[in-house]
């Protein structure tokens, strides 16, 4: 069991509320990653990092921001939710990139904005 | 266009009975391919991972083969279990870039029934 932790698991909140999805990790992982899941669909990455204070965007479009701080927490803010922004998110991390490193995923937070 | 095909799109057996799911990729330069276990509602749990030189890896009841000229890769599970019953996502990664982006595959959504 990977240590990778995230909060809540669910999530109902109404349009327009700021929230913000939490992960963090005890394994000491420069890499962090955040996916977008939607039933039946692929993952899709919307945000990595680096390390402390690097932050890049993905591949799919996303509204949401990240932040890091510290190595072993990468939380994800949206300013004003949205019910296009309900959907499972998944955050992982790894000890290097280049592909060749496990990443490992925590239980995710399932998000429905209403 | 790097993609991942995977088929079936669901699958349902009995216990006990043996299964083969499929992944396709078309990613290129490849640089290793995984399987993960994903139960409702949770994190992807790595099953295998192989690289361009390994055709077989197992880990108890799951086998992985992989064939890098043809582009496949199958996922055997043996004398399945009902808590087989899980998403099943084939992921490849490739070595053209500094973060390995990681490609993933819609999943087999297999059913065990007692």
């Known amino acids: 069991e990977a240590d990778i932790y995230q909060t809540p698991r669910y999530l109902v909140i109404g349009t327009g509320k700021k929230i913000t999805l939490e992960c963090s990790q005890t394994m000491g992982h420069d890499k962090m990653y955040w996916y977008q899941q939607d039933p039946g669909m692929e993952l899709h990455l919307i945000h990595y990092s680096y390390g402390v204070n690097s932050t890049e965007k993905g591949d799919l479009s996303s509204e949401s921001t990240v932040s890091r701080i510290r190595t072993e927490h990468f939380p994800l803010t949206l300013e004003s939710a949205r019910p296009s922004h309900t959907s499972q998110y998944l955050c992982?991390?790894?000890?290097?990139?280049?592909?060749?490193?496990?990443?490992?995923f925590g239980p995710g937070t399932r998000l429905t904005v209403t | 266009k790097n993609q991942v095909e995977q088929s079936p799109q669901s699958l349902i057996i009995l216990e006990g009975k043996n299964c083969t799911l499929q992944c396709n990729y078309t990613v290129s330069p490849f640089s290793n391919l995984r399987w993960y276990k994903q139960d409702t509602g949770r994190g992807p749990v790595s099953l295998t991972i192989?690289?361009?030189?390994?055709n077989t890896k197992s880990n108890g009841r799951y086998t992985a083969t992989l064939d890098a000229d043809t582009k496949q890769s199958s996922l055997h599970i043996t004398a399945s279990q009902l808590s087989d019953s899980a998403s099943y996502i084939c992921?490849?990664?490739?070595?053209?870039?500094?973060?390995?982006?990681?490609?993933f595959g819609r999943g087999t959504q297999l059913t065990v029934w007692p």
């Open positions: 992982a991390s790894s000890a290097g990139g280049g592909g060749k490193y496990e990443q490992y």
């Open positions: 992921v490849v990664s490739d070595r053209g870039s500094t973060l390995g982006r990681l490609y």
């Open positions: 192989m690289t361009f030189s390994e």
